[in-house]
């Protein structure tokens, strides 16, 4: 079973930068597409950045130039770099593992929590 913990979120003013992690244990890193999704309240969860096994990024329209996605197959460990962070951004903030073989599963992790405010 994979098990994915995120780490990183708090309270940032408007402008700055947090670091989130994502931790993944149970599984073969090497074989799943890892992605961040956020959650506002009220709102659908939505795709914020994602990253292939091949290490190809995909970013939301909204986050494109601000956020960073990578992946370290050694800490089998996947990074969101969110800088220049406005109030929108404010959500929480899940991680995502998505097998690439038939049969493979679809893994969230807990949840971490931003907020951006002043």
């Known amino acids: 079973q994979v098990q994915l913990v995120e780490s990183g979120g708090g309270l940032v003013q408007p402008g700055g930068s947090l670091r989130l992690s994502c931790v993944v244990s149970?599984?073969?890193?090497?074989?799943?597409?890892m992605g961040w999704y956020r959650q506002a309240p009220g709102k659908q969860r939505d795709l914020v950045a994602s990253i292939t096994t091949e290490r190809i990024p995909n970013y939301a329209d909204s986050v494109k130039g601000r956020f960073t996605i990578s992946r370290d197959s050694a800490k089998k460990t996947v990074y969101l770099q969110m800088n220049s962070l406005k109030p929108e951004d404010t959500a929480v903030y899940y991680c995502n593992a998505r097998a690439i073989f038939v049969g493979g599963g679809d893994y969230w992790g807990q949840g971490t929590q931003v907020t951006v405010s002043s």
């Open positions: 149970g599984g073969i890193f090497s074989l799943h597409n």
